[in-house]
T-cell receptor, first 113, second 111 residues
Framework: GAGVSQSPSNKVTEKGKDVELRCDPISGHTALYWYRQSLGQGLEFLIYFQGNSAPDKSGLPSDRFSAERTGGSVSTLTIQRTQQEDSAVYLC???????????FGPGTRLTVL | GENVEQHPSTLSVQEGDSAVIKCTYSDSASNYFPWYKQELGKRPQLIIDIRSNVGEKKDQRIAVTLNKTAKHFSLHITETQPEDSAVYFCAASEYGNKLVFGAGTILRVKS
């Protein structure tokens, strides 16, 4: 079946602009995660959705970052007033339920000029 | 919160030799420890995972060991092949929630 998909694959934006990144999880997966990977670095947790529960936003680096998950499926990560330090690959993952294997999408490479 | 340290940052081995990557974690509540392989430009893919009720798990040439008392776990790859070359990440979480990742190990297998 189809894996996790993300769009766009690449996004170049100017400092100060807002961006939206999209994640389509594997069908039926109730848990969805966003991570950020800076060049040559490990993955940094951003936010986690599980079913209808309130999301765990503990990893969001500032109030410029927000995410939503509509209908328990597609998720959008929004970064407002982008800064150069926001440049990274943003990875989405989904799992069947909490505690199961997380399957990653291909990521969105964000470059802020 | 949880903190995961991973060593070494780079590892070069000769084809056919074994490779060992070690991670330590700080939160004794963590009970799920996956290992991901990431090839250049690709997404991370799970290669093996272990839960805290098990001390060792093996899958063909790959094995993971867990020492809960010392709070460390290790990845062992035997009979390495060139296609094992990649970046390997360990991670820890409580109940499989958010994963806290190590910084990664670049493994190079020389043929």
């Amino acid at each position: 079946g189809a894996g996790v998909s993300q769009s766009p694959s690449n996004k170049v934006t100017e400092k100060g602009k807002d961006v939206e990144l999209r994640c389509d999880p594997i069908s039926g997966h109730t848990a969805l995660y966003w991570y950020r990977q800076s060049l040559g670095q490990g993955l940094e947790f951003l936010i986690y959705f599980q079913g209808n529960s309130a999301p765990d936003k503990s990893g969001l680096p500032s109030d410029r970052f927000s995410a939503e998950r509509t209908g328990g499926s597609v998720s959008t990560l929004t970064i407002q007033r982008t800064q150069q330090e926001d440049s990274a690959v943003y990875l989405c993952a989904s799992s069947q339920a909490r505690g199961n294997e997380q399957f990653f999408g291909p990521g969105t490479r964000l470059t802020v000029l | 919160g949880e903190n995961v340290e991973q060593h070494p940052s780079t590892l070069s081995v000769q084809e056919g030799d074994s490779a060992v990557i070690k991670c330590t974690y700080s939160d004794s509540a963590s009970n799920y420890f996956p290992w991901y392989k990431q090839e250049l430009g690709k997404r991370p893919q799970l290669i093996i995972d272990i839960r805290s009720n098990v001390g060792e798990k093996k899958d063909q040439r790959i094995a993971v060991t867990l020492n809960k008392t010392a709070k460390h776990f290790s990845l062992h790859i035997t009979e390495t092949q060139p296609e094992d070359s990649a970046v390997y990440f360990c991670a820890a979480s409580e109940y499989g929630n958010k994963l806290v990742f190590g910084a990664g190990t670049i493994l190079r297998v020389k043929s």
